[in-house]
Nanobody, 115 residues
């Protein structure tokens, strides 16, 4: 199983970023996918989840209405569109999958929201 995130960077408050995660090594279309984030000095937290078909999604209260998770089962990718970014969104963002009952994580992509 391999999960590779991309799309992080530096953005001003109020700006947007689109994160992508390319998955391989398992039957992507069978599994939920999730985005987590970890800010400096804080525990990793769940940001957004998406069901196997993409019809079900769920978000942390802190990002609801600003972030959108989606997936493309033909390309084995999951994305996180982040709008109206705030300084408190600064974190390393991780893609997560749990095929076969085991947790798999990407290496993460850093998002910095600062003026």
């Amino acid at each position: 199983v391999q999960l590779v995130e991309s799309g992080g960077g530096l953005v001003q408050p109020g700006g947007s970023l689109r994160l992508s995660c390319a998955a391989s090594g398992f039957t992507f279309s069978n599994f939920f996918m999730r985005w987590y984030r970890q800010a400096p000095g804080k525990e990793r937290e769940l940001v957004a989840s998406i069901g196997s078909t993409g019809s079900w999604t769920n978000y942390a209260d802190s990002v609801k209405g600003r972030f959108t998770i989606s997936r493309d089962n033909t390309r084995n990718t999951v994305t996180l569109q982040m709008n109206s970014l705030k300084p408190e969104d600064t974190a390393v963002y991780y893609c997560h999958a749990r095929p076969g009952g085991m947790d798999y994580w990407g290496k993460g992509t850093l998002v910095t929201v600062s003026s």
